[in-house]
């Protein structure tokens, strides 16, 4: 099923030996600095060994995340000028509705500042104390969200979406049968919803294909259970099924996007990837009775319903970004930027998570430094040395993200721990991953007969700890 888009992708897109064709041109440009290795050494040493710590003007290559990074088009600035900003009933508004509408067949949009905001007013709204999440790898924002109301996330993801190596097309599908026995034992009362994150983020920005789907939603049906999506990275699931999935090929990514869409309840959105924009989300609903129940509270948290903690300006620009992230000229170089770098770090024997993901290359941690115990952090570890042999930023995705059972308070040890180097859209050229390649194949090599990792010199106690904890090497 993959040989097809590797094909494609392994002759340099469209363009034969001339790598890929970048679908824009350069307009506006940003300098970045190259610190001296002495210089990084003591910026990340500042910073508590964690890279969230330390100040962009002390990156050379950003890739902590592709998330509100994007560059934006010519037509996303032009359509900022006209943004409207009537505190009620908003032209912008309307304009990002009637996208969305005709984009996802949601019909009920609620606009807010950014995805957790949506997630925050999803659970709000549906999940109570003891309620559960069935899903594939939560997003940790969404799942410290559920787990702030009372409730719990069930990962469902399938096994194969739960190792780096093998080559299954659609790693962020659900397993039907867990689900299945999860809805089963809990009952319809239990359930506060299910959840399809695509990409899956968590675990490598693997795909779900429109078969899952449809057959999770037959299961909710069955159950009488609500499904949501998680749509922040919606056009690169849709090109994946393009791609890979049997009988899409012919089908544009707009037809796709609107049949993922036709088997779910709603879904939240962070605009601040698939909508091209630094800031802005939203919830989209198909019922109106929810959607009636969930603005009073979007007031109060967001702002009126008519902006959502955005301006007109955001909207637009969102607007805008929505729909030019579904032309498949710029989705081609977007999924082939990233598998780019994914083959010239696998060739460079760098263990990567496979098949590569929509939106960043996954470092197995565990692999990368072998004799380095599961316990300390060696994902976080290729972080901290990444950045000091570069000035590369990537991020952990790994067991310090995982944090500590909320019941328990034990650390959690994930199935994976992986190094994040996330590609933030339209920014970096060929030449920028020739030299993030050559940067980390030069920390793997020094790193090979490393024994010890990192411990905790100041923990996070409560929440989302990988934000602000600092580290000591063991
Ligand atoms: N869902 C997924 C799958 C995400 O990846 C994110 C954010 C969110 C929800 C929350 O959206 O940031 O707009 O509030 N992911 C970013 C990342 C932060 O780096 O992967 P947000």
């Given at each position: 099923m993959l040989s097809h888009?590797?094909?494609?992708?392994?002759?340099?897109?469209?363009?034969?030996?001339?790598?890929?064709?970048?679908?824009?041109?350069?307009?506006?440009?940003?300098?970045?600095?190259?610190?001296?290795?002495?210089?990084?050494?003591?910026?990340?040493?500042?910073?508590?060994?964690?890279?969230?710590?330390?100040?962009?003007?002390?990156?050379t290559i950003d890739l902590l995340t592709?998330?509100?990074?994007?560059?934006?088009?010519?037509?996303?600035?032009?359509?900022?000028?006209?943004?409207?900003?009537?505190?009620?009933?908003s032209t912008s508004f309307f304009k990002l509705e009637k996208t969305v509408q005709e984009l996802m067949g949601l019909p009920f949009v609620i606009p807010t500042h950014q995805g957790r905001a949506a997630e925050q007013l999803l659970d709000f709204t549906l999940v109570k104390p003891g309620q559960m999440v069935p899903g594939n790898t939560h997003f940790d924002t969404t799942k410290a969200h559920i787990e702030f109301r009372g409730g719990r996330c069930v990962d469902c993801t399938i096994k194969e979406g739960k190792t780096p190596e093998g080559e299954h097309p659609f790693k962020g599908n659900l397993d039907i049968q867990t689900l299945e026995t999860c809805l089963k034992k809990e009952g319809s009362e239990k359930i506060a919803y299910v959840l399809i994150t695509m990409t899956c983020n968590s675990n490598g920005g693997q795909p779900v294909s429109l078969e899952n789907i449809a057959a999770v939603a037959a299961l909710c049906k069955k159950f009488k259970v609500k499904l949501f999506l998680d749509a922040a990275r919606f056009a690169e699931n849709a090109y994946f099924i393009q791609q890979r999935e049997k009988g899409f090929y012919e089908k544009s990514i707009g037809e796709i996007v609107q049949r993922m869409f036709s088997f779910a309840d709603g879904c939240t959105m962070s605009a601040k990837k698939d909508g091209l924009v630094p800031i802005g989300g939203f919830l989209a609903l198909r019922d109106k009775i929810l959607f009636e129940t969930m603005k009073p509270h979007d007031i109060l948290f967001?702002?009126?319903?008519?902006?959502?903690?955005?301006?007109?300006?955001?909207?637009?620009?969102?607007?805008?970004?929505?729909?030019?992230?579904?032309?498949?000229?710029?989705?081609?170089?977007?999924?082939?930027?990233?598998?780019?770098?994914?083959?010239r770090l696998k060739k460079g024997g760098v263990p990567v998570v496979e098949p590569f993901g929509g939106h960043a290359i996954f470092i197995d941690g565990r692999e990368f430094y072998k004799n380095v115990p599961k316990d300390q952090f060696p994902a976080q570890l290729a972080c901290v040395e990444i950045y000091k042999e570069g000035g590369v930023r990537g991020v952990e995705v790994g067991a310090c993200l995982a944090g500590?059972?909320?019941?328990?308070?034990?650390?959690?040890?994930?199935?994976?721990?992986?190094?994040?180097?996330?590609?933030?859209?339209?920014?970096?050229?060929?030449?920028?991953?020739?030299?993030?390649?050559?940067?980390?194949?030069?920390?793997?090599?020094?790193?090979?007969?490393?024994?010890?990792?990192?411990?905790?010199?100041?923990?996070?106690p409560q929440g989302i700890r990988h934000f602000t904890s600092t580290f000591k090497y063991v």
């Open positions: 888009f590797f094909l494609l992708h392994s002759s340099g897109a469209r363009f034969k030996n001339r790598g890929f064709m970048i679908p824009f041109r350069i307009k506006v440009v940003e300098p970045i600095r190259f610190l001296s290795l002495k210089e990084r050494e003591q910026k990340i040493g500042d910073a508590g060994l964690n890279v969230f710590r330390l100040k962009s003007s002390d990156v592709d998330s509100g990074t994007s560059a934006m088009s010519n037509a996303q600035w032009a359509a900022m000028m006209i943004g409207d900003e009537a505190y009620a009933g967001e702002g009126f319903y008519t902006y959502g903690g955005m301006s007109g300006m955001d909207m637009e620009a969102m607007a805008q970004g929505l729909k030019e992230v579904i032309q498949k000229d710029y989705l081609e170089h977007r999924v082939g930027q990233v598998a780019y770098l994914g083959r500590r059972d909320p019941d328990t308070g034990k650390n959690i040890m994930p199935a994976l721990d992986l190094c994040r180097l996330a590609i933030p859209r339209r920014v970096y050229t060929q030449e920028h991953f020739d030299y993030v390649a050559e940067i980390v194949l030069g920390a793997h090599e020094k790193g090979k007969g490393r024994k010890t990792g990192l411990k905790f010199d100041q923990e996070t």
